[in-house]
């Protein structure tokens, strides 16, 4: 497995003491392409802290239907429902884009979640932005257009792979933006026109990073300022600990 935990950012982010006393119940896995981590509506009795790849969250409807309503990349993982009161959560958990993991027993996180208070802070910080993900999704696909939501999309997929180029068919985005494939193929047109992007069977790849953000709907914005504080927030914790270590 070439991705250590501290590539997650949530690992990264506890203290020494606690990824000490972790380290060795942590176990890797293989998130292969369309692997679900977790169906709608299970229990979960591992908490994984995803390190490369991409997982969507996606909830369906009685009939069918489906919308993404978060991604999760290393800086985050999916199982929070494990110290989040236990209940199933209702979507579903999919690998969109192959990765790797590493897993920790739900009875061992929710111990260390009661137990230590920067373990506590650390998840709590990450529902938080996590949340604000959801919530300003649930903004862009009720208000925009299909376009800008595409572009919030590939820019928030991108900040958690190390590339620029997406391995992904038009009827997988449209599957997980809740359009239709029609609306996907014109927007991407659009965007390939404007020189932003170059679309080839199946893969999308960024021309112009700071042409498509500037392009993208304040939605973006708002949810990489929320992931960049956590990001900060968790580094802030970390100095914190060490310097309290030194003493």
């Not at 969250?57 to 999916?78: F, K, M, N, P, R």
Request: proline share 4%.
């Amino acid at each position: 497995m070439d991705d250590p935990p501290e590539s997650n950012l949530l690992l990264r982010g506890l203290p020494e003491a606690t990824f000490r006393r972790i380290a060795d119940q942590l176990r890797p896995v293989a998130l292969p392409h369309g692997h679900v981590i977790v169906p709608s509506g299970a229990s979960v009795d591992r908490f994984h802290f995803i390190t490369s790849g991409l997982v969507s969250l996606l909830y369906e409807t009685g009939d069918g239907e489906s919308a993404e309503i978060a991604i999760v990349g290393h800086e985050g993982g999916v199982g929070l429902s494990l110290v989040m009161g236990g209940r199933p959560f209702p979507a579903q958990a999919v690998v969109q884009m192959p990765g790797t993991a590493w897993t920790l027993a739900g009875t061992t996180l929710r111990r260390e979640f009661e137990l230590e208070p920067d373990v506590r802070r650390a998840f709590l910080l990450y529902t938080q932005a996590l949340m604000t993900q959801m919530a300003q999704t649930v903004v862009c696909n009720r208000h925009h257009s299909v376009e800008l939501q595409l572009c919030r999309w590939i820019l928030l997929s991108l900040d958690r792979l190390a590339t620029h180029e997406l391995l992904m068919t038009q009827e997988m985005i449209a599957h997980m933006l809740g359009v239709r494939r029609a609306g996907v193929s014109e927007a991407v047109a659009r965007l390939q026109q404007a020189g932003l992007l170059e679309h080839r069977r199946g893969r999308i790849s960024v021309s112009n990073r700071a042409a498509l953000e500037e392009r993208s709907c304040e939605c973006y914005a708002v949810i990489k300022d929320a992931y960049q504080a956590l990001e900060r927030d968790l580094a802030d914790e970390e100095a914190a600990a060490q310097a309290q270590a030194r003493r």
